[in-house]
């Protein structure tokens, strides 16, 4: 039973283990930062093709699509997505068609590596210069896709839905637990990247059921829709609402003050690398072992390297970068 399920034994929350928790932390004492700042290594979560924050979300959402008598995915996202990858790769190994929406986004060395695994994944792509373009050709793509006259089920970028953001209450919970046990002391703030809202969101949300007085920082990378505190809390509630609809017990709302988001680090648009950002990016891995990537971690680890002892302290670093070897 997962921590959602002993919390709330009575709630309808259809679940399916797809990695392996407590993801370890541990103290990054060798970047040089004016902060006493840990890490979450959310990249070793998943057992197989992908990893990241992102299969955190597909734990909720692939059992919520057999639930609602589903048999095919559709979702959106930029042409070097994270999260497509990894809802194409776990679930099809469950049973489920994907159907992806891309849109063209600046293309690097990490982008073109993304297009390759993508095209081998087993999913059905449909590429868009625009999200306009993408918007307009979503009802085609819905009905080209349905199946004994159910239509997909829609998800938006990044899994961001109330269901898939129970991943990340879920992860806010396994904070706690490693916080009681003394892994880590209680982070004052977490530094995660936003591209869509949820995980944020879902931590935030976890982190209130769990007592913990922990603030989330969102370091937002994502310019195609609106990202801020208001957009991301609203989220937040829209999970406890699901919560509470699926017999638990949660009287939490949470409001803009609960959090930060901010757009200061994203650079000129979705996908766009930024100096600072690359700069992370090779130091930590030169000092600390780990791998980022340039258009989420990077950005959010150049955050904290920034505004050093600014962060309210302790701070936790979510890496959520879940790099795979893929033939």
Excluded: C
Excluded at 186 to 205: C, K, N, Q
Excluded at 251 to 260: A, K, R
Excluded at 277 to 298: D, F, M, N, S
């Amino acid at each position: 039973m997962t921590r959602l399920g002993t919390r709330f034994p009575t709630a309808d929350l259809p679940f399916i283990g797809l990695g392996t928790s407590p993801t370890p932390v541990r103290r990054l004492d060798r970047l040089g930062l004016d902060a006493e700042v840990w890490l979450k290594d959310e990249s070793v979560f998943g057992d197989g093709g992908w990893g990241g924050n992102k299969v955190r979300k597909l734990e909720w959402i692939i059992p919520e699509a057999h639930r609602r008598g589903k048999d095919t995915l559709f979702t959106v996202g930029g042409i070097g997505t994270h999260w497509g990858l990894a809802a194409a790769l776990y679930g099809t190994e469950h049973g489920l068609q994907v159907v992806l929406g891309l849109v063209d986004q600046p293309i690097d060395d990490h982008v073109r590596d993304q297009l390759r695994r993508l095209d081998a994944s087993g999913a059905v792509i449909h590429r868009h210069r625009s999200v306009r373009r993408l918007k307009l050709a979503a009802p085609w793509i819905l009905a080209r896709h349905s199946s004994h006259g159910r239509l997909p089920y829609y998800l938006p970028a990044g899994g961001s839905s109330p269901v898939g953001s129970l991943g990340y209450v879920e992860t806010a919970l396994e904070i706690a637990e490693q916080v009681e046990s003394g892994a880590m002391p209680e982070p004052a703030t977490i530094v995660t990247a936003v591209g869509s809202g949820g995980t944020a969101a879902g931590l935030a949300l976890g982190l209130r059921l769990a007592g913990l007085r922990t603030r989330v920082l969102g370091v937002v990378v994502n310019d195609s829709f609106r990202l801020d505190a208001v957009t991301v809390s609203r989220l937040a509630n829209r999970t406890a609402e699901l919560l509470r609809t699926r017999g638990a017990d949660v009287s939490i709302e949470l409001g803009p003050d609960d959090l930060v988001a901010s757009d200061r680090w994203m650079g000129e648009t979705y996908g766009a690398s930024t100096p600072a950002g690359v700069e992370a990016l090779q130091l930590a891995g030169r000092t600390e072992g780990l791998e980022l990537e340039p258009v989420y971690t990077a950005k959010a680890l150049g955050a904290i390297r920034e505004l050093g002892s600014e962060l309210a302290g302790p701070v936790l670093f979510l890496q959520t970068h879940g790099p795979r070897a893929m033939a």
